[in-house]
């Protein structure tokens, strides 16, 4: 279904922890599967939904977005401490999942994908034949 990305994310986590160093960059996101959707909850707060760009090749989807400063040009920043600049997040994708029907929205601060699983990959029934049909086929 969706596989996990970003191996070295908690080791970022860790080294920004530990030098105090904060960099924009790592979306956080939830991911769960309801009924024949997978669907992505990322926490972009205070981003343009214009600025956010989704795209997908094979089975790798990427999303980018950037949260500019909301202080006009020329004034003077006394505390900022909210994270400004590109943010980037990559997810590869199972083979199960249709990536030519995702659906994105975004509200309130964050972007859903919702990721249908494909037709092929449904769980369905198989038909059991039994003895007497056999012998319809073949007679």
């Excluded at 205070?46 to 989807?61: A, K, M, T």
């Amino acid at each position: 279904m969706l596989m996990r990305s970003d191996p070295f994310r908690e080791l970022d986590r860790l080294a920004q922890q530990f030098l105090g160093a904060t960099r924009p960059g790592a979306m956080v996101m939830d991911a769960y599967r309801s009924g024949d959707d997978l669907i992505v909850h990322f926490d972009l707060p205070g981003i343009d939904p214009e600025s956010i760009d989704i795209d997908v090749e094979r089975n790798v989807l990427n999303i980018h977005a950037e949260r500019r400063s909301p202080a006009p040009e020329g004034a003077e920043m006394i505390v900022a401490e909210r994270p400004m600049g590109s943010f980037s997040r990559q997810l590869f994708l199972g083979e199960t999942l249709d990536t030519d029907r995702i659906d994105a929205s975004y509200e309130a601060g964050v972007l859903t994908l919702r990721i249908p699983v494909a037709e092929q990959a449904k769980p369905r029934k198989i038909q059991i034949t039994g003895g007497s049909d056999r012998k319809q086929l073949s007679g």
